[in-house]
């Protein structure tokens, strides 16, 4: 899709509509349309106090426009932030009659909408009141406003209970025993990078006690620690325990409200290492099947049955595990509406506290072939999410936080169900970003959150292990921008 613009400096939010929109297309910006061709053409021009956008879209020699009003006020961010809804509106308008679904999060692109439905929650609107914004002006189906409004309130009620000094822990083991056909996180297979793990533990630890002594000075309180991947748990179970020693050693760990590993693969889990984490207090484990179809896991390289799955949850029972988190993938590649029923259904038979039901996204760099192939999936998606949906809401599960990725298969989302009582806190503070998390191990971004809630800070460690394995020193005074942080007036009352 060709797109021209007037009156705009940046056009991200038109490249970032017409992905959303058209998926299989990449957008090409030129000066001029040439004659003939499918295009998109975005004009803003500022009227006394408002920006008045107009969008016109032409394909296959047919035009639709639509037109949008945006307030100009003092706050430029809040004019810009305004300015860009309505132009996305805007093109989403122009466009979307020349496809054959509309989008079902309509105009929203972007990572929370969630947070996007809470934030007019704060400002007093009624969940009836945002659920009619979310439909008239941002187009959103009534099945995603639902889920949205909902975890908005779950969100709230979260942030109610957070005290100015509670922070949260996040520890990354980028290592899994193979690398997944769908993977797009920061992780390396053993088989290749297996050299690295002894260095990088070495170098981990010395980031967690460093930064537990910079806590203590800071007067920080520690709630919830998260520790995530790659598969943490292809740690062997020395390796773990020393691990989680460390974090003992080096933080304070007395208002701790939840301890979470993601054990993940079920072919990286065994009694002992189970064990070791109960022995030092983690009291949520995942355990991913992604699917309990055998042809769809060999498909992705999984080196795990179904069967495995079913033995290793019932270990972690067995253990004492109270709390366990259990994802599935809709739109992988051999998966059925039907075959992904069956997996819903075994992971009910189960019982776990936790399900997380992902929608495949292409990787990060994919190309157009890739975009192309996961978009064609969108109905047989849509069917599997409803299904899941149906049947987790009848066995008593209710959606607490969600997400989206870009290049999700039929543009949906990421949901996290529980029962009742048994949210992720760490999921929905990262996910909201309702409170600062400190991030350790390689790729880890630290976002210090300011007073006013908005504000953010980020720390940035290095992004691979091989990097990261040598970058003690740098990291360790990264992480003294924490104390900074802490002892500044926009940070924490005195």
Known sequence: MIYTMQGLENDHPIREMLFNLLP???????????????????????????????????????????EKRAPISDDAEQTKRVRTHALKSAIFEAVVPFLDTAPEWGSLTGVRPAKFARSFMEQGYTPAQVAKLMTETYHVSAARRALAIR?????????????DNDISIYIGIPFCPSRCSYCSFVSHSIEKAGKLMEAYLDTLCGEIAHTGEILKQAGLRIVTIYIGGGTPTTLS????????????????????????????????????????????????????????????????????????????????????FSAINMDTIAGLDGDTPESFARTIDMLLELNPENITVHTLAAKRGADQHDRAHNAQKQDDVRQMLEIASQKLTAAGYVPYYLYRQKFMAGGFENVGWCKIG???????????????????GAGGVTKLLGSDGRKIRRISNPKYPYEYNV???????????ILNWAQSSTALPD
């Open 24 to 66: 299989t297309e990449i957008p090409e910006r030129a000066d001029i349309a040439p004659e003939g061709a499918d295009a998109l053409g975005v004009v803003v021009e500022q009227a006394g106090a408002e920006n008045r956008i107009r969008v016109c879209c032409v394909r296959g020699g047919k035009q639709i426009c639509a």
């Open 151 to 163: 975890s908005a309130g779950v969100a709230m009620d979260l942030k109610e209970k957070i005290r």
């Open 237 to 320: 179970a020395e390796q773990m325990d020393r691990l989680l020693r460390t974090v003992h050693q080096a933080f304070d760990l007395h208002a701790l409200e939840e301890f979470t590993v993601e054990a993940g693969r079920p072919d990286t889990i065994t009694r002992e290492k189970l064990t070791v984490l109960k022995k030092y207090g983690v009291d949520r484990i995942s355990i991913n099947p992604q699917s309990m179809n055998d042809a769809v896991l060999e498909g992705i390289g999984r080196h795990h049955s179904a069967q495995d799955v079913l033995d290793r949850y019932q270990t972690a029972r067995e253990v004492g």
């Open 422 to 440: 048994y949210e992720c806190k760490y999921n929905v503070y990262m996910m909201e970003e309702l409170q600062t998390i400190v991030s350790l």
């Open 471 to 481: 970058s003690l020193q740098r990291i360790n005074a990264g992480k003294q921008e």
